[in-house]
């Protein structure tokens, strides 16, 4: 029977109150478009200055930003790459349906990303190590465990952290824009690659770190706005009980505001988020994301001190308070503005309202920015989302293509010359704009409903294990490669069973009967967390205790009890492995010189197409290479060796390492304050 004939029936009402959405819409005015068109200037010049501040023709210059970072455009970025577009969507949308419950995630947050100052990112810089899955070769040894946590990291960027940012993005533009999705993405796509390629992390960081300013003002300005629409802070907590939508189903819970709304410590057994599994589920696969996810590492990696990357981590857990102020509690004041559009119950309406029968929470921002913001404003708010969104594509796209070319091409190429890593490096953005457009239509389809609520759900499925292999690496030195692989690969084959399920069986709207199988109904997915966390511990400690202990290379300087060691020769490090694909690469080699000999002993075979070719570089090319930072060597022209390579070093200043530590300690009561006051 239809719902709308079962309400009839019941004598419950069928009309919904006048809708805003269906009244006429609110678009952007001239002045917004000004205020657009000046961010998009203010970006492109903070990206091309950016470009003269480290030299991005190494890898070093480009992967790391020459390591040169001081700790407040580290933390900026940290802040930036992580609240993209979906966090002000998705969050917003969290807050309009289910309370603060999901703030838990933010602050959470907090707490790890000072473990990676602190604990993780010591062991990092003594291992001298550029991306995170090389630390895993370095750790262990062989190739086979590096290059799943790559293919991993790659799958996990492309089809989760691009997809529901461009979904979260695409919504905004077109309720403000009214743009084809296409022209909003591609054109959003086309700017954030442009500065990416051509100036590498430096680029990235900075242009992070002012629109991480962008963000803060827009985002504190709406939360200003809000409160003063709603009556403020009293007014809101009884609004929000009391912002109940005309049309629902009745003698269900559709629709009504949960009572723990103002709590993150939830019931153990039938809330949305229990207790227990926030404090321990959700602590593990965020973990490795603040701690060995290769888009906040290599933020940290690029600072010129230890003692400025802990400063950047604490700069980006005191930013991570705001969002609860100025994204959560907008999102719950827009659903009492607004109850019968982004609190809709009913399937039928809320596709008439917003397209999308699971619901509407997810407009909950953007109805805020386009409803009660005058002109000029709006334009602010609209490049607070392009910021948010850019901030993270740009930290997706870079970190990507680092791991693509150190761990997935000097596998294969090992003994690739830095100008062709620069060359492999730049396309492989290029390569993942070109698949984020394809991934377009996949992510309209979803319209927000399965692919954005599962987003939290899938990290437990999957980062659990890389969790534990990275925490077993860096803190038991008895760990090996057998223990560290198979873990990961028993861990993951377990977690993907759990979120096949999930995705055949999803959870049922609220006036349907939970009929799913009991591994789903009754385990949440912060619990099995935790369970598919001891299973890969308990096979990690398993395999590595029955069979060989890890070589002493394997432990020097990649624990943190061997963090100080003295340095050990390059030459002895490297694996059987290795060697085999040096073996390899120097018959590759050795084949290239030959047909480099029949050059020179024929030369007038290249000597008019050089000619021609230098005319036809001249200017175009030239100016190519330069917005790359790509430093052509010219042919008879003496290089100066190499300068002899630096050792990381782990050496803090007396006095900046006592402020780091009394802010450390300064933080941590601050969030166990706002924890406590709040659970």
């Known amino acids: 029977m239809d719902f709308r004939q079962v309400l009839a029936r019941q004598g419950a009402s069928v009309t919904p109150s006048p809708s805003p959405s269906t009244e006429g819409k609110t678009t952007l005015t001239a002045v917004d478009i000004v205020v657009l068109v000046i961010y998009f200037l203010l970006v492109l010049a903070v990206g091309f200055w950016s470009m003269w501040r480290t030299k991005r023709s190494t890898v070093d210059g480009y992967f790391l930003a020459g390591k040169s970072m001081t700790w407040w455009p580290v933390g900026a970025s940290l802040f930036a790459s992580n609240i993209g577009s979906g966090h002000f969507i998705g969050m917003a949308g969290s807050g309009a349906a289910a309370g603060i419950g999901a703030i838990a995630y933010e602050w959470n947050g907090m707490l790890m990303v000072l473990l990676l100052g602190w604990l993780f990112l010591p062991i990092y810089i003594a291992s001298g190590v550029t991306t995170m899955p090389e630390y895993l070769q370095k750790r262990f040894g062989g190739r086979r465990t590096q290059l799943f946590i790559t293919v991993l990291s790659l799958f996990i960027y492309i089809f989760t952290k691009i997809s529901v940012d461009m979904y979260a993005g695409a919504l905004f533009i077109q309720l403000a824009l009214q743009w084809n999705i296409y022209l909003a993405v591609i054109l959003l796509l086309a700017v954030t690659a442009l500065y990416t390629v051509a100036g590498g992390l430096a680029a990235v960081i900075y242009t992070d770190a002012a629109q991480t300013a962008i963000m803060l003002v827009g985002a504190l300005t709406l939360m200003g706005f809000s409160f003063a629409e709603v009556g403020g802070w009293n007014a809101m907590i009884t609004g929000y009980f009391d912002a109940i939508p005309a049309v629902r189903y009745p003698n269900s819970t559709c629709g009504i505001p949960r009572e723990d709304s103002f709590h993150i410590f939830r019931d153990p057994v039938d809330s949305d988020l229990p207790w227990p599994g926030v404090l321990i589920g959700m602590s593990v696969p965020s973990m490795w994301y603040w701690c060995s996810d290769q888009v906040i590492v290599q933020r940290s990696l690029a600072a010129k001190t230890l003692t ?90 870079n970190s990507a293509s680092t791991i693509f070319t150190m761990d997935l091409w000097m596998t294969f190429r090992g003994r690739a010359s830095e100008w062709e890593l620069m060359i492999v490096g730049r396309v492989f953005v290029l390569v993942l704009v070109c698949v984020s457009v394809l991934w377009i239509p996949i992510v309209q389809a979803s319209q927000g409903g399965q692919l954005f609520i599962y987003i939290q759900s899938i990290s437990t499925f999957l980062q659990p294990p890389v969790s534990i292999i990275f925490l077993m690496g860096c803190f038991w030195k008895r760990t090996n490669e057998k223990g560290a692989f198979w873990g990961l690969t028993l861990g993951l084959l377990v977690g993907c069973i759990r979120m096949l399920l ?99 002993k024929h030369p007038w075979t290249d000597s008019a197409d050089s000619l021609s070719s230098e005319k036809k570089r001249s200017r175009l090319v030239t100016a190519l290479y330069w917005l790359c930072g790509m430093e052509r060597k010219k042919e008879g022209v003496s290089e100066a060796p190499p300068p002899p390579a630096v050792v990381c070093t782990l050496d803090e200043d007396p006095r900046h390492r006592l402020i780091v530590n009394i802010n450390l300690l300064i933080c941590l009561c601050v969030t166990i304050f706002i924890i406590g006051y709040w659970a």
């Open 308 to 397: 400025h990357a802990k400063g950047g981590s604490l700069l980006a857990a005191y930013l991570k308070i705001i969002p609860f102020f100025a994204v959560m509690l907008p999102g719950m004041i827009s659903r009492i503005l607004f109850t019968d559009d982004v609190a809709c119950a009913d399937p039928d309406l809320c596709k008439e309202i917003c397209g999308n029968p699971v619901g509407c929470s997810d407009t909950a921002y953007a109805r805020l920015v386009m409803e009660l913001l005058p002109a000029g404003l709006r334009g602010l708010m609209m490049a607070v989302m392009i910021a948010a969104l850019m901030s993270s594509l740009t930290s997706i796209f």
């Open 502 to 600: 999930d995705f055949i069986y999803p959870v049922p709207p609220c006036y349907e009967v939970d009929d799913r199988p009991a591994v789903l109904k009754y385990v949440h997915y912060l619990y099995f967390s935790i369970i598919l966390s001891v299973i890969t511990l308990i096979i990690v400690v398993t395999v590595s205790l029955a069979t060989e202990e890890p070589r002493p290379e394997q432990i020097s300087r990649l624990t943190w009890f061997t963090r100080n060691d003295a340095v050990v020769p390059k030459s002895d490090v490297f694996s059987v492995e290795t060697s085999q694909a040096m073996e390899l690469e120097h018959s590759q080699t050795d084949l290239d010189y030959l047909g480099n000999s029949e050059r020179e």
